[in-house]
Structure formats: structure tokens, C-alpha cells
């Protein structure tokens, strides 16, 4: 069993900047695909970015060139850099674990998943 815990969640205006942080315990994670989804009131699930368990990390092309997932594996720990933030960022943030991940943008590809952080951008 996998445990992830979020944080880094919180309001911050258009343009600014923020890190989310994932914990998993109870496996390492080199040897899990990890991701970030997020979900907006009223939306269903959106895949965000999966670094692969060798390191490969893509993008969803709304979060390309502004987001940056990376993951320390000493610290087991996933990092989600988010730079340039819009409005439409607005959501709460998932971090979620796969040990065999097929379709990275598919949400039921991933068994464990974290509790969530909020992530509020608006002036």
C-alpha cells in the first residue's frame, strides 16, 4: 500500500508562482509512475503531468512550459513547480501513483491517490 500526502496548496494572484509537494510512503518512488491531475468545481479529472519510472516526465500541452514536475528520490518525494499562473490553474491537485501505467493521461491507470491541495489563482 502507498501513501501520498500533498501540500504547497494556496491563493496566489495571475502571474505568480507556486510548489506542490508529494509525499509517498510505504513503496519508493523510483519504482512508481507519478502524476499530477487536478479538478476544478464542476470538472471532471484532469491529467497534469507523469514522470515515468525512468524519469521520462510529459506534459498536458494547457501546463507545458510553465509547469515543471521533478522527483526526489531519496526524499521519496514528487515536486510540482507551477510558474505563470492563470485563473483557469484554479483546482484542487492530485498526486497519484501507478506501478503500471499504460495510458499516463487516463485517471483508473493509477492506484493511489493523495487527499489533494488547492490551488487558487485570481487578483
Known amino acids: 500500500q502507498v501513501e501520498l500526502v500533498e501540500s504547497g496548496g494556496d491563493s496566489v494572484q495571475p502571474g505568480g508562482s507556486l510548489r506542490l509537494s508529494c509525499i509517498a510512503s510505504g513503496s519508493t518512488t523510483r519504482t512508481l509512475y507519478m502524476g499530477w491531475f487536478r479538478q476544478g468545481a464542476g470538472d471532471a479529472r484532469e491529467w497534469v503531468t507523469t514522470?515515468?519510472?525512468?524519469?521520462?516526465?510529459n506534459y498536458a500541452s494547457s501546463v507545458k512550459g510553465r509547469f515543471t514536475s521533478s522527483r526526489d528520490n531519496t526524499k521519496n518525494t514528487l515536486y510540482l513547480q507551477m510558474n505563470s499562473l492563470k485563473p483557469d490553474d484554479t483546482a484542487m491537485y492530485y498526486c497519484a501513483a501507478g506501478r503500471y501505467v499504460a495510458d499516463r493521461e487516463r485517471v483508473q491507470e493509477y492506484e493511489y491517490w493523495g487527499q489533494g491541495t488547492q490551488v487558487t489563482v485570481s487578483t
Open positions: 514522470i515515468d519510472r525512468d524519469g521520462t516526465t
